[in-house]
């Protein structure tokens, strides 16, 4: 990020309220803006004209700049920013501000709105987008006047990166982006009411610490709150202090290194045998950051049925929503876990923390061993034609795990999520509450921008793939290096595997034929396009991709009819898994 020159941005004189926005956009250190102008937001971007300061990327589409800011937010921890102008600009934005609220990712979300005067008169791209948000924000504001701008973004940001995250909408009309104040910095912040991190309760940590001494059979559960409060060390030194195997969520992968002897893997719907069994038969399950989310429990009443359930969750109403806890824990991830370690006497270097022998969840780590060895995870290969298990394989070995890798929302992000590797946290990025198709490509753009010196994966679907692809200009145009996989097997295929195994058989409109050739596609935007259609070229494929220096698409041509097992049906329980062909 440049240099700024903080004394002229702070300094006191009368500007337009463009000006103040972009001023206070420079100083919470926001490095690009994903936006896409309108007629209500032309003074803001007249003002962006000639500053060598502000960093602004035009998507093609405004679902594209949104889900980009997420992307950016979720692989740096930052908040992301996105612009768009009133009317369809900020409906279009609605479906991306959904996603990121789902996910608890933290947004400044920012729209133009029609002059003051006009609002109720359903002017020209009037919309009421802050009535339309109001349930998928975590707080809306509209300013009024130019002399509200520095509070209301200071608020913003501090509103939307603390605490349980999530997505902030700034609506400025149009006068208002027009008109001249003094700008003044709100050297403090605060909201009255609000209070992002509740005092950790010492009582609850050692009622805690005391039930994982009496376990047996002890399991850690990660989600995605380990993540967003950092607390991945700690998680780790608990684990291994405490001999304490680790399932993950779907957004939880990369809280826990995917390698680690105590990993189960992801846990749920189409999680591994080993982490659902373990669920099934542990005898305390403590989740650390996840909201017990239907993909992860299935059926509740199958859930973890032998276990007294601890839950730490920074948002007390996640407590007892969905799941019974016997032992609540509310607070930051973090600052739970640390006062645990200290609780336990497992405080010190994360490599001093090694499970000791004969301690009483050894039988446990080796029953849980014994059904990991016997139910791995698995696809049957063949000679000839490409498996999309095999592709996901492929890029995690040549990527060592290292890469941060975003997907869709089918069959390829199970796939990713089951053969991926993911040594640390930020490296998968997807949707997960609310499963945005689209949000795959767009996402990867803004994990690039945001981590300029790492490898980015994209993997989508051939259909998810088709609602963003306008976004291909955009690293063409700007050099972004996205590596984009298309995992393309001519279906809807998540659709028709449900359509297979629960509604009998009978597919109804998943078929995509029709879909462009997306090496012609690619090649017409000026990106690198490659094709494969077997291992061999798979893997020469992925190679000639990754020491590629600009963006490459690659259309991995795979079997239509492969499934994603294990899979728990819809309404069914935990220990109903069906395992899948060996």
């Not at 921890?77 to 009317?87: D, F, I, N, P, R």
């Not at 002017?123 to 349930?135: H, K, R, S, V």
């Not at 610490?209 to 995605?224: D, E, F, H, N, Y």
Request: a negative charge; hydrophobic letters at 40%; proline letters at 5%.
């Amino acid at each position: 990020m440049k240099k700024l020159d903080r004394e002229r941005l702070l300094r006191r004189e009368v500007v337009s309220g463009s000006e103040i926005l972009l001023r206070m956009l420079l100083l919470e250190g926001v490095e690009c803006v994903f936006g896409y102008p309108g007629g209500s937001v032309l003074y803001i971007y007249d003002a962006m004209h000639g500053n060598p300061d502000f960093n602004h990327l035009l998507t093609r589409h405004e679902q594209g700049a949104i889900h980009a800011a997420d992307g950016y937010a979720r692989s740096t921890g930052k908040t992301g920013v996105c612009l768009a102008t009133s009317g369809p600009g900020a409906t279009n934005l609605i479906t991306g501000i959904a996603t990121a609220y789902a996910d608890s990712v933290p947004l400044v979300v920012i729209t133009g709105n029609v002059a003051t005067s006009l609002l109720g008169t359903d002017a020209f791209q009037e919309a009421d987008i802050l009535g339309m948000t109001q349930p998928v924000t975590k707080h809306s504001y509209m300013a009024r006047s130019p002399e509200d701008l520095p509070r209301i973004l200071r608020e913003a940001f501090y509103l939307a990166n603390s605490g349980r995250k999530g997505p902030v909408l700034v609506d400025i009309p149009k006068d208002v982006s027009a008109a001249t104040a003094e700008f003044i910095y709100p050297d403090d912040v605060s909201v009255r009411g609000y209070s992002p991190a509740p005092e950790v309760s010492s009582a609850a940590v050692r009622e805690l610490a005391a039930a994982i001494r009496r376990a047996k059979r002890p399991l850690l559960v990660a989600g995605a709150g380990v993540i967003h409060a950092g607390a991945e060390a700690e998680l780790a030194r608990l684990a291994r202090g405490a001999g304490i195997p680790v399932a993950t969520t779907l957004l939880g992968i990369g809280a826990f290194p995917t390698l680690d002897p105590l990993a189960l893997g992801m846990a749920g719907m189409h999680g591994t045998v080993a982490a659902n069994r373990a669920i099934l038969g542990c005898d305390l399950l403590i989740s650390v950051g996840s909201r017990f989310d239907d993909r992860l429990t299935m059926r509740p009443d199958g859930f973890a049925r032998q276990a007294v359930i601890a839950h730490i969750d920074i948002d007390q109403a996640e407590i007892d929503k969905l799941v019974p806890s016997s032992l609540p824990v509310i607070g930051d991830a973090r600052a739970v876990l640390t006062a645990l370690l200290h609780e336990l006497e497992l405080e010190g270097d994360e490599a001093e923390a090694k499970t000791a022998p004969g301690k009483p969840t050894d039988g446990w780590l080796g029953e849980l061993e014994r059904i990991r060895s016997a139910y791995p995870l698995r696809y049957r290969d063949q000679k000839d034609g490409l498996k999309p298990q095999y592709v996901i394989e492929q890029m995690a070995e040549l990527t060592g795990g290292e890469a941060i890798v975003t997907t869709d929302v089918g069959q390829h992000q199970m796939w990713t999520a089951q053969f991926g590797r993911f040594n640390r946290p930020r490296t998968l990025i997807t949707s997960g509450g609310l499963g945005t198709m689209g949000f795959g490509f767009p996402s990867a753009i803004g994990a690039q921008i945001g981590n300029p010196g790492r490898t980015v994966i994209s993997v989508n679907g051939d259909g998810g793939m088709q609602m963003c692809s306008q976004e291909l200009a955009v690293c063409a145009l700007h050099g972004i290096p996205v590596k984009i996989a298309v995992i393309n097997n001519r279906t809807l295929g998540m659709i028709k595997q449900w359509q297979e195994l629960v509604y009998e058989g009978r597919h109804s409109h998943i078929d995509l034929s029709g879909s462009p050739d997306f090496v012609k596609l690619a090649e017409a935007y000026g990106v690198k396009g490659l094709r494969a259609e077997t291992k061999q070229e798979a893997r020469k494929a992925w190679m000639e991709a990754l020491s590629h220096p600009g963006p490459v698409l690659i259309d991995f041509v795979v079997d239509r009819d492969e499934l994603v097992y294990p899979m728990v049906p819809q309404g069914k329980a935990l220990e109903d898994m069906i395992v899948g062909e060996s």
